[in-house]
C-alpha cells in the first residue's frame, strides 16, 4: 500500500485542522492507520491509531480530547482531525500502516509510511 498525507498548514493557536491519508492498492481495510508525527530536533511521536474497521482508536495523552481519527474505507482515506491547536503540535506529520499491528505507539511497528505534512502552529 502507499500513503500520501497532505492537508497540512499554517494555524494560530486554537485553532483547527484536518489532515487526509489517502492510500493507493488494494484492500485498504486490511490495515490499520497510525499517525505520527515529528518536531524539530526530536523523536518521532506516535499521535493515534485506528483499526481496520474504523471502529476502534486510541490516541497519545499529549492529543486526547483534542484531535480525532476516522476513516472512510470505500474512499481509501484516513483522516486526522486536529482541533485546540497549540504551538507545540507543530510537527511534521506522517500517516503510516500496517497489516497486523494494534495498539502498538512504537513507529517501528509500521510497515508503510506516507510522506510527511508540515503543520506549524504560531501563538
Known amino acids: 500500500v502507499q500513503l500520501q498525507a497532505s492537508g497540512g498548514g499554517k494555524v494560530q493557536a486554537g485553532g483547527s485542522l484536518r489532515l487526509s491519508c489517502a492510500a493507493s492498492?488494494?484492500?485498504?481495510?486490511?490495515?490499520?492507520v497510525g499517525w505520527f508525527r515529528q518536531a524539530p530536533g526530536k523523536e518521532r511521536e506516535f499521535v493515534g491509531a485506528?483499526?481496520?474497521?474504523?471502529?476502534?482508536?486510541h490516541y497519545a495523552e499529549s492529543v486526547m480530547g483534542r484531535f480525532t481519527i476516522s476513516r472512510d474505507n470505500d474512499k481509501n482515506t484516513v483522516y486526522l482531525e486536529m482541533n485546540s491547536l497549540n504551538p507545540v503540535d507543530t510537527a511534521v506529520y506522517y500517516c503510516?500502516?500496517?497489516?497486523?499491528?494494534?495498539?502498538?505507539?512504537?513507529?517501528?511497528?509500521?510497515?508503510?509510511w506516507g510522506q510527511g505534512t508540515l503543520v506549524t502552529v504560531s501563538s
Open positions: 485506528i483499526s481496520w474497521s474504523g471502529r476502534s482508536a
Open positions: 503510516a500502516a500496517d497489516k497486523t499491528n494494534w495498539g502498538a505507539t512504537e513507529y517501528s511497528r509500521y510497515e508503510y
Open positions: 492498492g488494494r484492500s485498504f481495510s486490511s490495515y490499520v
